[in-house]
C-alpha cells in the first residue's frame, strides 16, 4: 500500500463536477479520497507541491498503436508507455493490430502482463472486430472482455462489410464494448496517399476522397439506427461525417467520435510545404482547410467525445522512401498535449476546460472506462500541466521509439508537468 | 541594360515549374534559343559541359525523354552515365536512399530522374550535392517537357501572353498538363482543359484554368491545341468504358480542328495512340501539326537546363 499523497495548491480543472479552482486533493488507496479548498496533509502523506500547475483527471489517449507484439522495432508497452506519460497521458488504449493480432484473449493478456511488468501508464487493450482483421468472423468478444479488452476495433482497415458492423455492433452490446470503425471505403479509397483535392490535384498524387469517410459512417450510422449499441468514429477528418455524427447525436444515437491534433492543425497543403515529407502521410490523410475549420467547431460545440492522438509509429528506415512507398501514420503521444494547449487553448478556440473534457472525461465516457473524474472514489489518476512552460517539440527527446511527426521543431507555450497514476507519481528514468 | 536586370539562374535544381518565376521560365527559353544553333551545325558539339557527370536515372522507361536528355549531354560535351530500373540495384530492392547515397559516393555534377511517384526528385534533390533535374514524376511535373512546348509555341505564335491554349485528354493522371498549365499561366496564357469527367481531378480551377466538358467548345477559337496522352490501362479503373467511345468524345479529327483559329497548331508529347485521342490526319498535318518539332525543340530546352544548372554548381565551387 503507497502513502497518502497529497496534491497542494494547484489549480484543479475537473469538467466532469464543473470545476475549475484552486483546490487541494488527497489520493490514498490508488484513489481520490478527498477535494477541499485547503486540506492538510495527514500523518505519513507525501505532499506535490502543485502551486502554479494545473491538476486535471488523467489524460487518456483512446487511439495509440504501442506495437507489440510483433513490431518491438517500432515501439513497445514499456516505450509507448513512457511516451504517454512524458506527453502528460495517465492511460492508453491500444489498438489490435499487432502481430498476431489481438483477437483472442491469450495477446490480450500478453499485453496487459507486459504492461503489469513495466508500465508508466495504464493500458486498455482494444480487441479486434474480427479474428486476424480479415472482415470476415467475429473475433472473441467475450473471452477477449474477460481478459480486459475495453473496445473492438479493426482499425488500421475498415469494417468493409455491412453485415460484419451490423453483427458486431450486436453482440458487442452483449459485453458493453464500444465498436470502433476506421472508416473508410476500400473502393473509393484505394490507392490514395493523400486528400483527394486542391493539393493532390496540384501534386499529381492519387487522392483519399473524403467521401470514402463519409459513406462508411452514413451506412454504419444507419445499421446503429436498428441495432442500438455504441459507435464510435476513430480519427474523424470530414466536415460532412462530422455533419452525420452531429445529427445522430441529435436523433439520439449510441454514437461518439474523436479526432486528432493533425488534422485541427494541419490541413493537405502541408505535403507541398514539407516538399513531400512522409511525415504529412496518415490515414485519414490531412484534409481542406474547410475540413479544418469543421472539426474546430465540432470541438467548441461538443460533437467531437475525444482528442487522440492516433499514436502511429514507424521505424525511420520506412518512413524515409519515396512519399507514395511510406507507411501511413504519425506519432503523437508525446506532442498531443502541448499542441492542444497551444494552439487550441491560448488562441481561445476552446477552454481549457473543455480542453481537459476532450482529453480525460470524454474519452472515458465514450469507452466507458474508470477515470476522467476527480470527485471522490475516482482512481487516483492525475495529469499536471503547466501553462507557462516553454515547449520545443524535439523528437531527439521522444520516450518513444520512433520519430515520425510533423511537428518536430515548432515552439509551443504550455505543456505537461507530470503524472500521477494510481496515487503514484510517475518518475521515468 | 544594367547588370541587375540581367536574370541569373540561381537554383541547383529544376524540379518543377510551379516554384519558378515568370522571368526564370523565359531565361531557360532565351538561353535555349543560343543553343538551337548547334544542333544545325554539321559537328553538333560544343564544349560547355566538358569534364561535367551526368548521370540519367530512369526508374521508369521512356524512349522520348531519355534520349532526348543524352543528345543534349552529348551535344554540350557531358560524360554521361544511364541508369535504368531493369538494370540496375534498383530491381534488387535497394532503397532510394541508398541509391542517392551511392550516387553522391561517385560524384555527379548533375542527375536527371524520371521516377513514377511525385516527390522522389525532390527526395534526391534535399540529400544530394549534385543538381537534380526532373524528367518526370509520376502525374506532378514535367518541366522540360512544358519548356519545351513553350519554346515551340514561341518559334511558331511570337508570343505566349494572351494566346488561348486547349489542353484534352487525361487531365487527372497527366505531369504535362501540370507542368504545362503552369508555365502557361505564368507567362498570360489562357487555358481551358477538357476530358472526360472521370479523369478530371478534384478542384483543378484552383490551378486558374477553365474547365470545358466537350471537345468543341474547348478548342473553339484556340491558337494552340495539346492532346495528352491516354493510357489504355485507364479503362480497366472504370474511367472510361472503351476507345471507340472516348474517341467520340475527345478524339480530335480533322472536320472538329475546324472550330479553332484557322492557325491553331496542334501538339501531343508522344508516345501518341493514333485513332484514340488524335486521328492520323491531325497527327500528320503539314499546316497544323508540330509534334516533331516539340521533338527537336526538346533537345536545344535540355541543353539549356543543364547548361544552367551546371553554372550555378561552377559558382559555388
Request: glycine share 8%.
Amino acid at each position: 500500500m503507497s502513502r497518502p499523497l497529497l496534491v497542494a495548491g494547484g489549480r484543479l480543472v475537473d469538467p466532469s463536477q464543473g470545476l475549475d479552482g484552486r483546490f487541494d486533493l488527497l489520493l490514498e488507496d490508488g484513489k481520490v479520497s478527498r477535494v477541499e479548498e485547503r486540506l492538510e496533509a495527514p500523518e505519513g502523506a507525501e505532499t506535490l507541491d502543485a502551486s502554479g500547475l494545473v491538476v486535471a483527471p488523467g489524460f487518456i489517449d483512446i487511439h495509440v498503436h504501442l506495437r507489440e507484439p510483433g513490431q518491438e522495432y517500432k515501439e513497445t508497452v514499456e516505450s509507448g508507455t513512457a511516451a504517454a506519460a512524458a506527453g502528460g497521458f495517465t492511460a492508453v488504449a491500444c489498438m489490435a493490430n499487432t502481430d498476431p493480432v489481438n483477437d483472442n484473449r491469450s495477446v490480450t493478456e500478453l499485453i496487459l502482463s507486459e504492461a503489469r511488468r513495466c508500465a508508466t501508464a495504464r493500458v486498455y487493450p482494444i480487441g479486434a472486430v474480427s479474428k486476424g482483421l480479415a472482415g470476415e468472423e467475429l473475433a472473441e468478444y467475450g473471452e477477449m472482455a474477460r481478459g480486459g479488452i475495453v473496445a473492438v476495433s479493426d482499425d488500421g482497415k475498415p469494417v468493409q462489410s455491412a453485415e460484419l458492423m451490423r453483427r458486431a455492433l450486436l453482440y458487442a452490446q452483449h459485453y458493453g464494448l464500444p465498436v470502433v470503425q476506421h472508416a473508410e471505403d476500400l473502393h473509393l479509397a484505394a490507392g490514395g496517399v493523400m486528400h483527394e483535392g486542391e493539393w493532390s490535384t496540384r501534386l499529381g498524387l492519387p487522392g483519399l476522397p473524403g467521401a470514402a469517410e463519409d459513406v462508411m459512417v452514413a451506412r454504419d450510422l444507419l445499421l446503429l439506427e436498428e441495432t442500438g449499441g455504441r459507435y464510435h468514429v476513430a480519427h474523424l477528418s470530414t466536415a460532412r461525417t462530422l455533419e452525420l455524427v452531429r445529427r445522430a447525436k441529435e436523433r439520439g444515437l449510441g454514437v461518439t467520435c474523436e479526432v486528432t491534433p493533425h488534422h485541427l492543425l494541419l490541413t493537405d497543403e502541408e505535403v507541398w510545404k514539407s516538399q513531400f515529407s512522409t511525415d504529412t502521410k496518415m490515414k485519414p490523410p490531412l484534409r481542406a482547410e474547410a475540413d479544418r475549420q469543421a472539426l474546430l467547431a465540432g470541438l467548441a460545440d461538443g460533437t467531437v467525445d475525444a482528442i487522440a492522438s492516433d499514436h502511429a509509429p514507424h521505424h525511420a528506415d520506412e518512413k524515409d522512401v519515396e512519399f507514395s512507398l511510406a507507411p501511413f501514420g504519425i506519432v503523437g503521444l508525446e506532442t498531443t498535449v502541448a499542441l492542444c494547449l497551444d494552439r487550441l487553448v491560448r488562441p481561445g478556440l476552446i477552454a481549457l476546460a473543455r480542453l481537459v473534457e476532450l482529453l480525460s472525461t470524454g474519452p472515458a465516457r465514450a469507452f466507458a472506462l474508470p477515470g476522467g473524474s476527480l470527485k471522490p472514489g475516482s482512481p487516483a489518476d492525475l495529469t499536471l500541466l503547466d501553462l507557462e512552460r516553454p515547449v520545443k517539440i524535439d523528437t531527439a527527446a521522444f520516450r518513444s521509439k520512433s520519430r515520425n511527426t510533423p511537428f518536430h521543431g515548432w515552439e509551443l507555450t504550455g505543456g505537461p508537468a507530470g503524472t500521477v497514476v494510481g496515487g503514484r507519481r510517475i518518475t521515468l528514468p | 541594360m544594367p547588370a541587375a536586370d540581367t536574370p541569373r539562374w540561381t537554383r541547383k535544381d529544376l524540379l518543377g515549374i510551379a516554384e519558378l518565376s515568370p522571368a526564370e521560365i523565359e531565361l531557360v527559353l532565351d538561353t535555349a534559343e543560343s543553343f538551337r544553333e548547334v544542333g544545325e551545325r554539321p559537328i553538333k558539339k560544343v564544349p560547355t559541359l566538358r569534364g561535367k557527370t551526368v548521370v540519367n536515372l530512369f526508374f521508369e522507361s521512356s524512349t522520348r525523354t531519355r534520349s532526348s536528355f543524352e543528345i543534349a549531354e552529348k551535344r554540350l560535351s557531358a560524360d554521361s552515365l544511364n541508369f535504368s530500373a531493369s538494370s540496375s540495384s534498383l530491381s534488387k530492392g535497394e532503397s532510394l536512399v541508398d541509391t542517392a547515397l551511392n550516387l553522391q559516393a561517385m560524384a555527379p555534377d548533375l542527375i536527371v530522374i524520371r521516377h513514377a511517384y511525385p516527390g522522389t526528385p525532390h527526395f534526391l534533390a534535399r540529400r544530394l550535392k549534385a543538381g537534380v533535374i526532373n524528367a518526370g514524376d509520376g502525374a506532378h511535373e514535367h518541366p522540360t517537357q512544358a519548356l519545351l512546348d513553350a519554346f515551340t509555341i514561341r518559334q511558331h505564335k511570337g508570343r505566349i501572353a494572351g494566346l488561348k491554349v486547349a489542353i484534352v485528354g487525361d487531365i487527372e493522371h497527366s505531369r504535362v498538363l501540370r507542368s504545362n498549365v503552369h508555365l502557361l499561366r505564368k507567362l498570360g496564357a489562357r487555358v481551358v482543359v477538357a476530358g472526360p469527367r472521370t479523369m478530371m481531378p478534384a478542384a483543378i480551377e484552383a490551378l486558374g484554368v477553365e474547365v470545358a466538358y466537350s471537345l468543341a467548345e474547348a478548342i473553339r477559337d484556340a491558337d494552340v491545341i495539346m492532346m495528352l496522352r491516354i493510357q489504355l490501362e485507364r479503362q480497366s479503373r472504370m474511367l472510361f468504358p472503351s476507345v471507340k467511345e472516348y474517341f467520340q468524345l475527345f478524339g480530335l479529327t480533322r472536320a472538329r480542328l475546324a472550330a479553332a483559329k484557322d492557325d491553331v497548331i496542334v501538339m501531343h508529347p508522344g508516345p501518341m495512340n493514333r485513332g484514340v485521342e488524335i486521328a492520323s490526319d491531325v497527327a500528320d498535318s503539314p499546316e497544323h501539326s508540330v509534334i516533331l518539332e516539340q521533338v527537336t525543340h526538346g533537345v536545344s530546352v535540355r541543353m539549356a537546363v543543364l547548361y544552367l544548372l551546371a553554372g550555378v554548381r561552377e559558382e559555388a565551387a
